[in-house]
Nanobody, 123 residues
């Protein structure tokens, strides 16, 4: 089992940057594919980015491609989401999640979830 705790959210202006962190407990962090998903008010939870167990492969939603970067440090049991050029439409609660599957980025594909961190981008 993996427990996930996100941090780094906050209120920023459009065009600014934030870095989210997700600390995982347990000794099996490197055996999970990690992802970031988000949920805006009144909308369904959506995929943002994911990274393979080794950290060598990443995938992004079209809406964040070129602006967001996901990375992980398996020695620190931590996954990050660097968010640049933030837009008002990026406002959401951001969740860190762990998946035991090799692929699949729907919310249902993830086994463990953090509590979420709020990101608010003022326009």
């Amino acid at each position: 089992q993996v427990q996930l705790v996100e941090s780094g959210g906050g209120l920023v202006q459009a065009g600014e940057s934030l870095r989210l962190s997700c600390a995982a407990s347990g000794r099996t962090f490197s055996s999970y594919r990690m992802g970031w998903l988000r949920q805006a008010p009144g909308k369904e939870r959506e995929f943002v980015a994911a990274i393979r167990r080794s950290g060598l492969g990443t995938i992004y939603a079209d809406s964040v491609k070129g602006r967001f970067t996901i990375s992980r440090d398996n020695a620190k049991n931590t996954v990050y989401l660097q968010m640049n050029s933030l837009k008002h439409e990026d406002t959401a609660v951001y969740y860190c999640a762990a998946s035991s599957l090799y692929s699949g980025n729907l919310p249902a594909n993830y086994n463990y979830w953090g509590q979420g961190t709020q990101v608010t981008v003022s326009s």
